[in-house]
């Protein structure tokens, strides 16, 4: 796998804004936007990790993981050699499956949620 499936969770792009009717009731001027990705999984575990300075390397990421850095600097290199680095407030999907290393560049925290794909 490829470093273009790792996808980034941003404000980049346009936002969904799930209609009034989704709702039993909204105040008055309520306004909202997702911007979502697919992770294409279900079966969730929710964690809170802490990483020191080094990396590891995957022949396949266990499930499609939701990453959100709180602190510090990650990197993630697929088998090419393709590299993405990313820092405190980023947000970011590693597909199950993935091939490469995460190499955590500085000490970092991230909350995560891990799923397993629907067809696995």
Known sequence: M???LVKAISKSGEGLVPGLSDY???SEGWTEAEYRTDASASNP????????PGWVAFDAWPYTEICVIIRGRVAIEDEHGDRREFAEGSAFVVPQ???GRWHTLEPTTKYFVGVTNIDE
Not at 45 to 52: A, D, H, K, L, P
């Open 2 to 4: 490829s470093l273009h």
């Open 97 to 99: 499956g993935f091939r």
């Open 24 to 26: 039993s009731a909204a």
């Open 45 to 52: 575990i929710v964690g809170y990790w802490e990483g020191q």
